[in-house]
Antibody, heavy 115, light 108 residues
């Protein structure tokens, strides 16, 4: 069945970096755009990034441009989000989602930014 | 940049009521690119509607969408207990996506 498994969250200090991962199964991963969305208590849902099915095209929300990098490995059905210079406002629950339509979501991984 | 404003912020209704949730865009949005999501605490959001009024797989037909241009509406014809949640509209295209601030639908 469809599955997106998130990993890589946790506690990180301001200014640090972390990599979030998403393992996909149950669908032809290489056929789909993938995206990252986060949920924060104060701001609801926030779209962060897309990556095209081949990985050749990426796009980012203005709020994270330059600090977030999305990538994928279609041989391993995996998606990643690398975050640098982490800020307190990056704290939240990070979801990977399938396709531009976001028709399927992983369970999310929690990121807490604190010193 | 497109801004999506959802009203009301909170809607208090009873099971069996009809719910009408609004999403206004700051500039004209093609209806093909407007979606609605339902989000319950502790669960990932689920896609309800895409293309403004097309129901996603498995979504009950009490959920309906309408609108075009600047104004879009999600209607739940007869509320079930499991429908109380936060609802988000979203604009999407191949280069970006933007969520509205959400409407919390709570039991009156």
């Amino acid at each position: 069945q469809l599955q997106l498994l998130n990993s890589g969250g946790g506690l990180v200090r301001p200014g640090g970096s972390l990599r979030l991962s998403c393992a996909a199964s149950g669908f032809p991963f290489s056929d789909y755009y993938m995206s990252w969305v986060r949920q924060t208590p104060g701001r609801g849902l926030e779209w962060l990034s897309y990556i095209s099915s081949s990985g050749s095209m990426t796009s980012y929300a203005d709020s994270v441009q330059g600090r977030f990098t999305v990538s994928r490995d279609n041989t391993k059905n995996s998606l990643s989000l690398y975050i640098t210079n982490v800020r307190p406002e990056d704290s939240g629950l990070y979801f990977c989602t399938r396709g531009i339509l976001a028709d399927f979501w992983g369970p999310g991984t929690l990121v807490t930014v604190s010193s | 940049e497109i801004v999506l404003t959802q009203t009301p912020g909170t809607l208090s209704l009873s099971p069996g009521d009809r719910a009408t949730l609004s999403c206004r865009a700051s500039e004209t949005v093609g209806k093909d690119y407007l979606a609605w999501f339902q989000h319950k605490p502790g669960q990932p959001p689920i896609l309800l509607l895409y293309g403004a009024y097309n129901r996603a797989t498995g979504v009950p037909d009490r959920f309906g969408g309408s609108g075009s241009g600047l104004d879009f509406t999600l209607t739940i014809s007869r509320l079930e207990p499991e429908d109380f949640a936060i609802y988000y509209c979203q604009y999407y295209d191949t280069t970006r996506a933007i969520f509205g601030g959400g409407t919390k639908l709570q039991i009156k």
